[in-house]
T-cell receptor, first 115, second 112 residues
Framework: KAGVTQTPRYLIKTRGQQVTLSCSPI?????VSWYQQTPGQGLQFLFE???????NKGNFPGRFSGRQFSNSRSEMNVSTLELGDSALYLC??????????????FGSGTRLTVV | DAKTTQPPSMDCAEGRAANLPCNHS???????VYWYRQIHSQGPQYIIH???NNETNEMASLIITEDRKSSTLILPHATLRDTAVYYC?????????????FGKGTRLSVIA
């Protein structure tokens, strides 16, 4: 079956701009989580959406937001970009309340560079 | 915060077993031990998980100590493609809604 698809793979933006990243989960997976990965901070949890509702949120400023559509696809938005937002943004999908064998399935990520 | 402690890096000769340790001294009775790995510039990949018994699958073996305060991931015959960062994570089995919390992991380098 198709994996988690993230688009675009690479993105270059200027400080102050805003950006939208997209994630299509595995068919049947209704939970989508977003992570930010930087060399200094590692993998950090941003937020999780389930059935179009934000269920968990990490410790990030309000410039970071997301949403989930009825088909479970999710987008995250970062407004007023800062240089420190340069990172690999990873999306993971899972079944609701999944704690089974595979848990989360990650996409390949979107590498965002802010200049 | 991550509830696990792992060495920052390890080397392993190709073809030999790679043994990656993880300390989770505050693990609770409901928490599973999960292992993921991340190959450069890719998303993390699930490897294996366990509660208290040793587990084996086609990728690896997981050995959990009797007191559950530590575990070891074993790659029986490491190849160059196993070079990656390996993350040990504990997660409550009754909290399916809680996110995976990643620590710094162990960077495994498999050397030819």
């Amino acid at each position: 079956k198709a994996g988690v698809t993230q688009t675009p793979r690479y993105l270059i933006k200027t400080r102050g701009q805003q950006v939208t990243l997209s994630c299509s989960p595995i068919s049947g997976h209704r939970s989508v989580s977003w992570y930010q990965q930087t060399p200094g901070q590692g993998l950090q949890f941003l937020f999780e959406y389930f059935s179009e509702t934000q269920r968990n949120k990490g410790n990030f400023p309000g410039r970071f937001s997301g949403r989930q559509f009825s088909n479970s696809r999710s987008e995250m938005n970062v407004s007023t970009l800062e240089l420190g937002d340069s990172a690999l943004y990873l999306c993971a999908s899972s079944l609701p309340g999944e704690v089974g064998p595979t848990g989360y399935t990650f996409g390949s990520g979107t590498r965002l560079t802010v200049v | 915060d991550a509830k696990t402690t792992q060495p920052p890096s390890m080397d392993c000769a190709e073809g030999r077993a790679a043994n990656l340790p993880c300390n989770h001294s505050t693990i609770s009775g409901n928490e599973y031990v999960y292992w993921y790995r991340q190959i450069h510039s890719q998303g993390p990949q699930y490897i294996i998980h366990g509660l208290k018994n040793n587990e084996t699958n086609e990728m690896a073996s997981l050995i959990i100590t009797e007191d559950r305060k530590s575990s070891t991931l074993i790659l029986p015959h490491a190849t160059l493609r196993d070079t990656a960062v390996y993350y040990c994570i504990v997660r409550d089995i009754f909290s399916g809604n809680t996110p995976l919390v990643f620590g710094k992991g162990t960077r495994l380098s498999v050397i030819a």
